[in-house]
């Protein structure tokens, strides 16, 4: 075998050229991974955030909700209202005739398919 300095100009170029972009490729491959793990931070970050806005969007909407159903459930009109559809839902049920402020009647309507928590 031909020692190192005995080989051709061409040769010995195109080892410095390899030797030069070797570490050069490592360098921007790593780069590349850097650049990809701080996206996807910046994307977990991002989402947590939108997630926590829409938590707390949801707290007030469920708030707004829980206001709106109390203050409705003391209007009387829609108390007696509640009342006349268990009593004509439920004819046979043991509801009395006059509605009791101490008692709460669960009342579920078939057309409706819900429950209606009538608090008398």
């Known amino acids: 075998m031909k020692s190192f300095?005995?080989?051709s100009v061409r040769t010995h170029l195109l080892l410095l050229v390899l030797a030069a972009?070797?570490?050069a490729l490592a360098l921007v491959w790593w780069s590349g991974q850097e650049l990809q793990r701080m996206s996807v931070e910046k994307t977990q970050e991002a989402t947590r955030r939108l997630v926590l806005g829409m938590t707390d969007d949801l707290e007030q909407v469920e708030e707004n909700a829980r206001v709106l159903l109390t203050t409705l459930s003391n209007v009387p009109t829609i108390?007696?209202?509640?009342?006349?559809?268990c009593v004509e839902t439920y004819p046979a049920s043991p509801i009395p005739a006059q509605p009791r402020s101490q008692f709460a009647?669960?009342?579920?309507?078939?057309?409706?398919?819900?429950?209606?928590?009538h608090a008398r």
């Open 79 to 85: 108390k007696m209202a509640l009342f006349k559809i």
């Open 21 to 23: 972009t070797i570490p």
């Open 105 to 117: 009647e669960f009342c579920t309507t078939p057309l409706l398919s819900s429950v209606w928590n």
């Open 5 to 7: 300095f005995s080989w």
